[in-house]
């Protein structure tokens, strides 16, 4: 074990970048189970479908981010469908739903996924555009252009969320449904298609974040399950539902992943997310920022 | 009585089946289906009767194995003492999962349980002695007397170790434990001011559970005569582990043995002609099917038929 404050100070940096990467994954299922109370296990699933869908858009010539752009909206509308289903199956029915919610989503995240393996291969997959494959270097750093488009996406993707469910009044009737569901039913507001709506926000970015994933690495079909622990994890620690909670939980989760990996290795990698999950559920479940 | 005649009728003709000169595939095929029935039953005494969805079957499963060839590599154990083994380390697992429940329910139970199966995994994948992330290969230790293979001795054990897992499942569903188990998976508070002692039966059923998961997962190093980590923690065996139950029902002890029958035996056929990958298709789908059309599963819909055909 090599140990130097260069080393660190890169590894630091380089965490901030990914921690940033990591919201914006994570964003999207912020919304859907910090806000909603969905149990949306299927969400890393989605996003990795929307890498493969940018991918397949990229390789008719758009560049990538632009790819997850446009399949925002289609993403929307798969979200308010999604939505619309498990609340007429689930949700409507009552008891018990919390068990069979639950089989409903994680049977949906396998279901994608093998649709994956089938249509692509267990193949990894990689988008071309001019900033993959290059770095930057400052002095001695070299900060791979990829991480800093995924870090700017990322910063804007927060932030624009951030703006909307305060100040849009249908971000804050999001906002509303997720404090006092009963109370918005009493001003004669339908809870039901604000949160549909809501659902189908948080599906439509994560296409956008399916195409971040595909430009930071190549994608497999089962990363999904990596991707279960550090959406959860930054979700969590963020404590539901907080938009600026879900940057810091990322930060502290990319900083810390990027040092594990300076100092021990790689194979150790998968297992902070988990850990950091765990430490955060057995100590503090409702979050740094929880309500 | 009928349930102790069967399952003995169930234990001899395994073992008939065994010593006699059927096709050696049946007992290949055979031992997997079997270690569904083990597996399936162990979750459906905590997630099906308690209410406690847990989606890390493969860590105590996993974690089964590893403490068999853990035994094996060092002392040679023999296979009763790797099972045994087996079963008090994913009871262990199971009591630290228990304690998890004090604060932990839903979906953040659920996911605290995948945490748990990555863990498991990178320490395995880290410890070189147990092979690391290549994993390891096994010698099979002779044979005994009156089978002709290793694979039928273990299709046998395992065999017995789904009739235990059955009848505990039994006494447990019919007993004041089960009772307090589905008070619990209705309403937790209420069955607390009730007076259901909720952590005592949380943790009996966790133990239990992890125990039998962990005794099913001793014996499958011995199968493959192999061991790695990507397979042993494997996130299939949770989905497997509580799709069977849901599509047999959860309520009822049969519920599980009639899943596992079933969807374990359409995997089998479905691996050999077509792919591995569709099997996890197979298992996602139904389960999503079920779980929407038909709640309460096989058992619930031949409860429907029954009552429909009695009026």
Redesign the interface.
């Known amino acids: 074990m090599i140990f130097s404050f260069d080393l660190l100070f890169e590894a630091v940096l380089f965490g901030i970048l990914l921690g940033c990467f990591y919201a914006a994954v994570s964003i999207g299922l912020s919304v859907s189970f910090g806000l909603l109370d969905v149990p949306h296990v299927a969400h890393p699933a989605l996003m990795i479908f929307g890498s493969y869908c940018a991918y397949i858009v990229a390789g008719w010539g758009l560049d990538p981010i632009l790819a997850g752009v446009v399949l925002m909206p289609v993403f929307f509308v798969l979200g308010v469908l999604i939505y619309r289903f498990y609340y007429e199956t689930f949700e409507r029915r009552g008891s018990d739903a919390g068990v069979r919610g639950l089989a409903f989503f994680f049977g949906l995240a396998f279901i994608i996924e093998v649709g994956l393996i089938l249509g692509f291969g267990v193949d990894q997959r990689t988008v071309q555009a001019p900033y993959i494959g290059s770095s930057w270097a400052i002095g001695d750093y070299r900060i791979p252009y990829r991480m800093l488009v995924a870090f700017g996406v990322a910063l804007v993707l927060t932030a624009a969320l951030t703006v909307y469910l305060s100040k849009t009044f249908t971000g804050r009737a999001i906002k509303a449904v997720a404090q006092d569901e009963p109370a918005l039913r009493l001003m004669g507001a339908n809870p039901v298609r604000i949160k549909q709506w809501a659902f189908g926000i948080a599906t439509g970015v994560s296409a956008l974040a399916g195409a971040m994933v595909i430009i930071v690495g190549p994608v497999e079909p089962a990363m999904d399950r990596l991707y279960i622990g550090r959406t959860f994890c930054v979700v969590v620690l963020a404590g539901l539902g907080s938009m600026t909670g879900t940057l810091a939980a990322g930060l502290i989760l990319g900083i810390s992943e990027s040092i594990v990996l300076m100092m021990l290795g790689a194979s150790w990698a998968p297992a902070v997310a988990f850990g950091l999950l765990l430490v955060v559920l057995g100590i503090r479940p409702q979050g740094l920022f929880g309500r | 009585m009928t349930y102790w005649i069967s399952a003995l009728v169930f234990l001899t003709a395994a073992f008939a089946a065994a010593i006699s000169g059927i096709n050696e595939y049946v007992f290949y095929a055979g031992y997997i289906v079997l270690t569904f029935v083990v597996l399936s039953t162990a979750w459906n005494i905590l ?1 099906g009767y308690a ?1 406690y ?1 847990n ?1 890390g079957t493969g860590a105590f499963f996993g974690l089964g194995s590893y403490s068999a060839v853990v035994l094996f590599k060092a002392l040679e154990a023999p296979l009763i003492v790797q099972i045994i083994a087996g079963a008090a380390i994913g009871a262990a697992l199971g009591f630290a999962v228990g304690i ?1 429940t004090l ?2 329910r ?3 139970f ?3 349980t ?3 199966l ?2 498991m ?3 395995m ?2 410890w070189r002695y147990v092979g690391g ?1 290549t994993g390891l290969q096994l010698l099979r230790p002779e044979v005994m007397a009156p089978f002709g293979s290793y694979t039928r001795m273990l299709f046998v054990v395992m065999a017995l170790l789904s009739v235990i897992a059955v009848s505990i499942a039994r006494y447990i569903q019919v007993g004041w434990i089960g009772r307090g188990l589905r008070a619990i ?2 309403s937790e508070e209420a069955a607390e001011c009730s007076g259901v002692p909720t952590l005592k039966l949380k943790l009996f059923a966790c133990v239990i559970s992890g125990a039998l998961m962990g005794a099913a997962g001793a014996p499958m190093p011995m199968y493959l005569s192999f061991i790695e980590p990507a397979s042993s923690f494997s ?1 299939n065996w949770g ?1 497997s582990a ?2 069977m139950p ?1 599509i047999g029902g ?1 309520g009822h002890w049969i519920g599980p043995v009639i899943g596992a029958l079933l969807l374990g035996s359409i995997q089998q056929i479905v691996t050999v002609t077509i792919s591995n ?2 099997n ?2 197979v ?3 139904l ?2 099917l079920f ?2 059309l038909a ?1 309460d599963g096989v058992v619930g819909l031949f409860r429907k038929w029954a009552r429909r055909s009695s009026r």
């Open positions: 997630g209410g969805v989606f998890m604060r932990l839903g979906i953040f659920a996911i605290a995948v945490a748990i990555f863990i995994e990178t320490l994948v880290n992330a998976r209705d996130l989905v509580l799709a849901m959860t990958e569709i996890v298709l298992v996602g789908v389960l999503v779980v929407v709640p």
